[in-house]
C-alpha cells in the first residue's frame, strides 16, 4: 500500500480557535479525521504530523524519504521564510504537494511569496479543508502514476 506523510506546520494545531475569519472552525483534529477516511477510500495509508517547531519538521521531512512515497506539507508560515525547510525537501527524493486553507494571494504581499513552491510538485491553496483533501488526491494520484 502507498504511504503518504501528511504534514502540518506551525500554529496549526490553533485550527479552529485561530483566525476563524479566515481558516474557520474546523480544528487539525476534524482535518486528520477526513484525511484517514478519504485514505481509507482510496486504499493509502495516511500518517499525519504536527509540530510549531522549524527543525522538528525538518527531521520528520529527512526521515519521511525512507518510508514514504510523498509528502503533502501545509508550511504554515515558514512557507514564506524558510530556507531550510524548503532545502529539506528538495533534499529528499520524493514528490511534496504544497496546501494551504486560505487563498494566501488574496491575503499580505509577505504572503505571496513561497520558499516552498519551487521544490513542489505544485500547490493547492484557497479551498479551506479540501485544499488538503485535494493535496492528498493530487499525491495519490501522482505516486499511482509512476508504478
Ligand atoms: C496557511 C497560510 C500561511 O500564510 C499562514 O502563515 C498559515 C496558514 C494556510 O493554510 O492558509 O499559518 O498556510
Known sequence: MKKILVIHGPNLNMLG???TGIYGETTL???NEALKNLAKELA???TVFQSNTEGALI???HEAAVEYDAIVINPA?????S???RDALAAVDIPAIEV???NVYKREEFRQHSYI???AVGQIAGFGVNSYLLGLRAAVDLVRSKQ
Open 100 to 102: 494551504h486553507i486560505s
Open 44 to 46: 493509502v495509508d495516511v
Open 29 to 31: 483534529t476534524d482535518i
Open 83 to 85: 530556507v531550510a525547510l
Open 17 to 19: 480557535k485561530r483566525e
Open 77 to 81: 508560515g515558514y512557507t514564506h521564510t
Open 117 to 119: 513552491s519551487a521544490v
Open 59 to 61: 527531521d520528520r521531512i
